[in-house]
């Protein structure tokens, strides 16, 4: 069992930044993917991006690359989203989640915290 809590969302301008947390709690969290993912109103939830907690490797969605980084502190057991040059069309509900390595289905989410980036 995996627990997630994010925090750090609010309302930025245009070409701002924001750093999002997500601090995780549970066994084995080497065992786990870092993802986040995000939800526009009226959109389908995507993929944003995602760290492994071993390897520290990381993967980005187009949309993102070049203005969002994804990191992740072992020590606090936290995943960090920096994100730069934001646009009016970054602003969704953004949610960290967990999966095992071996998987591929995200299994564990957080409550979402939600980011506006006005014009």
């Known amino acids: 069992q995996v627990q997630l809590v994010e925090s750090g969302g609010g309302l930025v301008q245009s070409g701002g930044s924001l750093r999002l947390s997500c601090a995780a709690s549970?066994?084995?969290?080497?065992?786990?993917?870092m993802g986040w993912f995000r939800q526009a109103p009226g959109k389908e939830r995507e993929f944003v991006a995602a760290?492994?907690?071993?390897?520290?490797?990381?993967s980005y969605a187009d949309s993102v690359k070049g203005r969002y980084t994804i990191s992740r502190d072992n020590a606090k057991n936290t995943v960090y989203l920096q994100m730069n040059s934001m646009k009016p069309e970054d602003t969704a509900v953004y949610y960290c989640?967990?999966?095992?390595?071996?998987?591929?289905?995200?299994?564990?989410w957080g409550q979402g915290t939600q980011v506006t980036v006005s014009s």
């Open positions: 989640a967990a999966r095992l390595v071996i998987n591929r289905q995200y299994h564990y």
């Open positions: 549970g066994r084995a969290l080497s065992n786990y993917v």
């Open positions: 760290i492994s907690w071993t390897s520290g490797s990381t």
